[in-house]
Nanobody, 124 residues
């Protein structure tokens, strides 16, 4: 079992930055691909970005590409989501997730473990 805990959310003005953290316990993340997703009120959970288990490859949704960066610190068993140039439409609850499936994983259904989420609110 893997337990994931997100932190770092908050209220920020448009154009600002936040860094979310996702710390795992129960298992080392060295063999898990990780993903970040978000869910706005009244909308489905959507893919934000993913990082392969090795940390060598990442991919992002078009809506955040060039603004968000995922990184992984295996020593700290933590994954980060650096969010820059934030927009009001980035407002959502952000979730991290883990999967044993190899590669870059975009699908919600392929993730086995989820954190509780952290709220990000971007004011205009």
């Amino acid at each position: 079992q893997v337990q994931l805990v997100e932190s770092g959310g908050g209220l920020v003005q448009a154009g600002g930055s936040l860094r979310l953290s996702c710390t795992a316990s129960g298992r080392r993340l060295t063999t898990y691909a990780m993903g970040w997703f978000r869910q706005a009120p009244g909308k489905e959970r959507e893919f934000v970005g993913t990082i392969a288990w090795s940390g060598g490859s990442t991919d992002y949704a078009d809506s955040v590409k060039g603004r968000f960066t995922i990184s992984k610190d295996n020593a700290k068993n933590t994954v980060y989501l650096q969010m820059d140039s934030l927009k009001p439409e980035d407002t959502a609850v952000y979730y991290c997730a883990a999967t044993k499936v190899r590669g870059l994983i975009w699908s919600v259904q392929l993730y086995d473990y989820w954190g509780q989420g952290t709220q990000v609110t971007v004011s205009s």
